[in-house]
């Protein structure tokens, strides 16, 4: 090859081999992944009783906030772009992604959009306090004065996502290698094809958002506020326009993920590839005309009601294509349950209970009951944890032995696996019940009646959160210390170009573009 | 690389699909909404000057109509309606005043902003005269009566019983734009 990595912290600075910059967005997912997830900690430890004990109640609502706002933007996302940046060149038989050094920049900005969200926490009036869905007029009027913070890093944060996405566009339109049809393609280089178009389409309308937001804070504009002409409904419209397509680019690459574990485990090719490429291209185009679901409760005219209904109710049609192909593919397979496999059943069987609730949630009149209640906070736990955090555990799993030549330790796979399995249905079960028994989200402190459920969810959060510092060991100790693997195909069942190049992953692949059959 | 040109144009497609999505944000769905909500009512807000022939009155029906204002965080003048409530049958016309006194020591000039709740009474509420139509200058310690006539449309929903006219009192000496006039 022509020369190796460049030696030092260089390396990663300018980095602009693809795989170097994966990595650097899988740590950095995994760092916000825990930075989240102590902000978690700290909600769930308030909430173990009821009444007043660890925090005030204004840090509360700063720690919900961030909690939000970092595991969306800093954990979930960022994870799913490093897997597109190892992965997607790999699998499609490209030598890198098609534009490096906006690869770098795009990885580059969000340690500092990341840093400027953070930092509102130790500034004079605190940080974010008005929910990750950053309500106007609560985010206007009445925001702290660090709320330009927040602005300029959510900024930050989408351009660094509109950045990646035009990358892998141009990657896979772009750098197939020859014979490699759109519908050769694997599912996850289809997924995130899907999904980078997704992200162009509305983080800027989040930036618009945020936008119209900094204006009426800073400028005098009235585009939230109802006494100057404006409408704070219209800021709810425009965030769901963005938040709606939002848990699709959240989820859609999880499907990829799962389209490429499930076959190799089941020793059989991924049933309806092709009703797999067009029932992901329809939650996509659904996922654009669904958003006022979400707002059922602000006054919409009857006929309005109804059509966010069944349109919301429509995506369950594609979404249950997708997961008919997965138990099919599973189906009379030579199963067997190594770790990426049980977190992707696992996967299977939550995200569709997620999926369930998502459509007792879409029903408007039984809406206005479940609205801001525990019950909406496990159904979008259901399907952000075990739909698109599983997943991505599943991925590392799955590929670590490609990208580090060594084999994780099964037996420590497998307890992350259960404890963690467990753990989230001790913490976001219950809340369904919480949710259905009245209990308000986004609140410090609650009623006597709620007490029970919440210290077992808290229990269950502690583990949950335990079992994921045995993840960071159990990835430490397999680049530091695992089994050697070097076969290129390192799990028998695995199809695809990825597996064709030697084990670990030479620091450039496919110089010259493989032979499609 | 084996082909730029390709490349380049995926680029600059995708980037231009983003721009145009920032200004469809920022440009397109606020006016669009606003159509929207004048059409539908939806959000409370009323319509202008009504000129049309005005509609029977239909004396079966009376309908409460209650008046409210708050003033805008900026906005020192006092602010209140003469009247709290008055009883309308729909299609009378009817005209009530509200008291507004500029208590500061310089020359100002206010802008009223109406809004109508229930929103789906938004669009029967018909104003024939208005001091929200024009600004309302008060020179310092200043004080004015400013006058409202309107009727409720007959056609108003039957399910409304109540309808509260509210408006918020903005200072508009530095920047009278033509605007937020327009928006009434």
């Not at chain 1, 094809?193 to 204006?215: N, R, W, Y």
Request: aromatic share 16%.
């Amino acid at each position: 090859m022509a020369h190796g990595p460049a030696k030092g912290i260089g390396r990663w600075l300018r980095a602009t081999n693809h795989k170097d910059i994966g990595t650097m967005y899988l740590w950095f997912s995994f760092a916000m992944f825990l930075l989240g997830g102590a902000f978690a900690m700290v909600i769930r430890a308030e909430l173990f009783e009821p009444g007043m004990q660890i925090i005030k109640p204004e840090f509360f609502n700063q720690m919900t906030t961030m909690h939000g706002l970092i595991m969306v933007f800093g954990a979930i996302m960022p994870v799913f772009v490093g897997l597109a940046n190892w992965m997607i060149p790999m699998m499609i038989g490209a030598p890198d992604m098609a534009l490096p050094r906006l690869n770098n920049l795009s990885f580059w900005i969000l340690p500092f959009g990341f840093s400027l969200l953070a930092a509102t926490l130790f500034m004079p009036g605190g940080g974010p306090n008005f929910g990750w869905t950053f309500y106007a007029p609560l985010s206007t009027t009445y925001a702290p004065p660090t709320v330009n913070f927040f602005i300029f890093g959510i900024h930050i944060i989408g351009a660094s996502s509109i950045m990646g996405s035009i990358n892998i566009i141009a990657t896979i339109l772009n750098l197939r290698a020859p014979g490699m049809t759109l519908m050769k393609m694997p599912m996850f280089a289809w997924t995130w094809l899907i999904t980078a178009f997704l992200l162009i389409a509305v983080m800027p309308v989040l930036a618009g958002a945020v936008t119209m937001m900094l204006m009426d804070i800073n400028f005098g504009t009235s585009f939230f506020n109802a006494a100057g002409g404006g409408d704070p409904v219209l800021f709810q419209h425009v965030f769901w326009f963005f938040g709606h397509p939002e848990v699709y680019i959240i989820i859609i690459p999880a499907f990829g993920v799962m389209s490429a574990i499930i076959p190799t485990f089941s020793r059989k090719p991924l049933f309806g590839y092709s009703s797999m490429v067009y029932a992901t291209a329809a939650i996509a185009f659904l996922s654009f005309i669904v958003w006022a679901h979400h707002m059922f409760t602000v006054g919409m005219p009857l006929a309005g009601e109804l059509y966010f209904m069944y349109a919301t109710m429509l995506i369950a049609v594609p979404t249950g294509v997708k997961v008919f192909n997965w138990i099919t593919t599973m189906f009379r397979g030579a199963i067997t349950y190594e770790t990426p496999m049980l977190f992707a059943i696992a996967f299977v069987i939550l995200f569709t209970i997620g999926g369930f609730t998502g459509l007792m949630l879409a029903i408007a009149p039984a809406d206005i009951q479940y609205q801001d209640s525990y019950f909406v906070v496990a159904h979008f736990h259901y399907v952000m944890v075990a739909g698109a955090l599983l997943s991505s555990t599943a991925a590392v799993y799955y590929w670590i032995p490609k990208w580090t030549g060594r084999m994780y330790n099964e037996t420590m796979g497998k307890v992350h696996f259960w404890v963690s399995f467990v753990a989230f249905n001790v913490t976001f079960f219950p809340q369904h019940f919480l949710g259905l028994a009245g209990m308000p989200r986004r609140y410090a402190d609650y009623s006597l009646q709620f007490a029970d459920w919440n210290m077992v969810s808290s229990i269950g959060a502690f583990a949950y959160g335990a079992s994921q510092l045995l993840f960071l060991y159990n990835v430490i100790a397999t680049i530091v210390a695992g089994r050697k693997v070097s076969d290129p195909k390192v799990w028998e069942g695995a199809e695809g170009l990825e597996w064709t190049v030697p084990t670990p992953a030479p620091y450039h692949t496919f110089s010259t573009p493989p032979a499609i059959k | 690389m084996v082909a730029k040109n390709p490349v380049r144009k995926t680029v600059l497609w995708s980037l231009l699909a983003g721009v145009a999505m920032f200004g469809f944000a920022m440009f397109v769905m606020p006016p669009l909404y606003d159509v929207f909500c004048e059409i539908t009512g939806l959000g409370g807000k009323t319509g202008g000057r009504y000129a049309a022939e005005q509609p029977e009155v239909d004396q079966e029906r009376v309908v409460k109509v209650q008046f409210v204002t708050t003033n805008n965080s900026a906005m020192p003048w006092e602010f209140r309606p003469l009247t709290d409530a008055v009883r309308v049958h729909p299609g009378e016309s009817h005209k009530v005043e509200f008291y507004a006194r500029n208590g500061t020591e310089r020359d100002m000039v206010a802008q009223a902003i109406p809004s109508v709740t229930p929103a789906n009474a938004a669009q029967y509420l018909q104003k024939t005269q208005c001091f929200c139509f024009d600004q309302q200058p008060l020179k310092a310690g200043a004080e004015a009566n400013m006058p409202v006539v309107f009727f409720i449309d007959p056609a108003l929903p039957p399910s409304v019983n109540t309808v509260t006219l509210s408006y918020t009192l903005f200072d508009v000496t530095d920047r009278q734009s033509a605007a937020v006039t327009a928006r009434n």
